[in-house]
């Protein structure tokens, strides 16, 4: 699981920590990438902006989207990733406070993979991090597409 990339999409730094302590207690994953709103991670998705270059980069293993996002939402994330070919098929984990059906309704309609609600309470938000990084980084198998390039 070590070589294996996360994407967390989180603009509330209180929220960001307790994700990446949350991994490091858990020791699930060795790199967490870090978006802090939509267009930073289609730009990191896509290697444009402050991602563009020749590099090529490990695709991530799972993308963890929050919905309420500055600049671009994650729903409107979703759905360009899954129209594109290069990202349509990349793993992604709606992690949200939203427990509004429209919001669930609408990120399954997109092709979210799964749905996951943050917990208030810190142990049991570190146990739900854990266990999504165990399936997903662990369990899940992805198609091998494996690495993507930027446009």
Known sequence: MRDKIIL??????????????AFKRSN????????HDGAEALDYLFGSGV?????????????????????IDGLEVLRRLRADERTALLPVVILTS???EGDI???????ANSYVRKPVDFNQFAEAISQLGRYWLGL????????FESS
């Open 28 to 35: 699930v994953a060795s790199e967490v990438v870090v978006a």
């Open 105 to 111: 309704v609408e990120s399954f309609r997109l092709g």
């Open 8 to 21: 967390l999409v989180e603009d509330n730094p209180d929220d960001e920590a307790l994700t990446l302590h």
């Open 98 to 100: 939203s427990d509004q």
């Open 51 to 71: 991602f563009s270059g020749p590099d090529r980069r490990t695709a991530p293993q799972v993308i963890l989207l929050d919905l309420k996002l500055p600049k």
């Open 140 to 147: 899940n198998e992805r198609p091998p597409e494996g690495r």
